[in-house]
C-alpha cells in the first residue's frame, strides 16, 4: 500500500500528540466549514451536524496513535466523519452506507433521453433534440448572485451521495482521487456520481435561464 503522509502531516501529528492546541485549532480552521458541508446530507438538521463534526474532532484526537500515514491526514479525518455522519444518520432514520449509495442505479441516464433524437434518426442519429439553451456569459451574469444561490439551492436538493461528491469536487476542489479514498468509494462510482450531480445542477440552470431552445 503506497503511503501518503507529506512532512506536514506528520508534523501536524506530532504536535496534536504533544496537546498542542494551535495545531488542533488550525486544523479546525482549515477543514471545518467542509466538515459541516459534507455532514450535512447524512443528518437531519445542522444542530445534528454540528454534534457530527465535534464528535469527529475527538474522534481524531482518540485514534492519533494509530494514524500510519497511509493516507493523507485530510482522508483520514474525513473518513472519520462520513462514519460518525452514518452513525448518527441510521439514529435518525434506516440509512444505507455510503457505498451503497454510491453505487446505486449505476445505469441510470443523466439526462433525459427524449432530449436525443433516436438511433436511427436520418439526418442526426443521437444528437440533441431539445439542446441546452444558450446562457449568458459571466460577464452578463452567470456569476451573479442570484444564480449562485440557484446553483447551491440546485446542490441542497441533491441526494447525498452526489450531493457530497459535488461539494467536495466542486465547491472544495478536491482531487477526484481524495474524493475516492475519504468516502471509501471506487474512482468509477465518484465519476457516476459527479456527473449526474453535474447534470442535475445544470438542468437547475437551465430551467432557471428559461428552460430549452
Known amino acids: 500500500m503506497v503511503v501518503h503522509d507529506a512532512p506536514d502531516d506528520r508534523a501536524t501529528i506530532h504536535a496534536l500528540r504533544?496537546?498542542?492546541?494551535?495545531?488542533?485549532?488550525?486544523?479546525?480552521?482549515?477543514?471545518?466549514?467542509?466538515?459541516?458541508?459534507?455532514?450535512?446530507?447524512?443528518?437531519?438538521?445542522r444542530a445534528v451536524?454540528?454534534?457530527?463534526?465535534?464528535?469527529?474532532?475527538?474522534?481524531?484526537?482518540?485514534?492519533?496513535?494509530r494514524f500510519e500515514g497511509r493516507s493523507s491526514l485530510k482522508t483520514w479525518l474525513f473518513r472519520i466523519l462520513v462514519n460518525t455522519a452514518m452513525t448518527h444518520g441510521r439514529k435518525e432514520r434506516r440509512s444505507l452506507p455510503f457505498s451503497a449509495l454510491a453505487a446505486a442505479d449505476p445505469d441510470a441516464p443523466s439526462v433525459d433521453p427524449d432530449r436525443f433524437l433516436p438511433p436511427d434518426h436520418d439526418r442526426f442519429p443521437g444528437?440533441?433534440?431539445l439542446p441546452p439553451a444558450r446562457w449568458e456569459t459571466?460577464?452578463?451574469g452567470l456569476?451573479?448572485?442570484?444564480?449562485?444561490?440557484?446553483?447551491?439551492?440546485?446542490?441542497?436538493?441533491?441526494?447525498?451521495?452526489?450531493?457530497?461528491?459535488?461539494?467536495?469536487?466542486?465547491?472544495e476542489g478536491w482531487p477526484a482521487e481524495e474524493v475516492s479514498?475519504?468516502?471509501?468509494?471506487?474512482?468509477?462510482?465518484?465519476?457516476?456520481?459527479?456527473?449526474?450531480?453535474?447534470?442535475?445542477?445544470?438542468?437547475?440552470?437551465?430551467?432557471?435561464?428559461?428552460g430549452v431552445t
Do not use: C
Not at 18 to 42: C, I, S, W
Not at 190 to 210: D, S
Open 49 to 65: 451536524a454540528e454534534e457530527v463534526v465535534q464528535e469527529t474532532w475527538l474522534g481524531l484526537m482518540r485514534s492519533l496513535d
Open 18 to 45: 504533544r496537546g498542542d492546541e494551535a495545531a488542533l485549532r488550525a486544523l479546525m480552521d482549515r477543514y471545518g466549514a467542509t466538515m459541516l458541508r459534507v455532514a450535512l446530507p447524512f443528518v437531519r438538521s
Open 127 to 129: 444528437h440533441w433534440a
Open 143 to 171: 456569476l451573479s448572485g442570484e444564480t449562485r444561490r440557484v446553483i447551491l439551492a440546485a446542490i441542497e436538493d441533491l441526494p447525498p451521495a452526489q450531493r457530497t461528491v459535488i461539494a467536495l469536487r466542486d465547491i
Open 181 to 210: 479514498e475519504a468516502l471509501e468509494i471506487s474512482e468509477g462510482n465518484q465519476r457516476v456520481l459527479l456527473h449526474r450531480a453535474r447534470a442535475k445542477v445544470r438542468g437547475a440552470l437551465e430551467r432557471y435561464f428559461g
Open 138 to 140: 459571466p460577464e452578463e
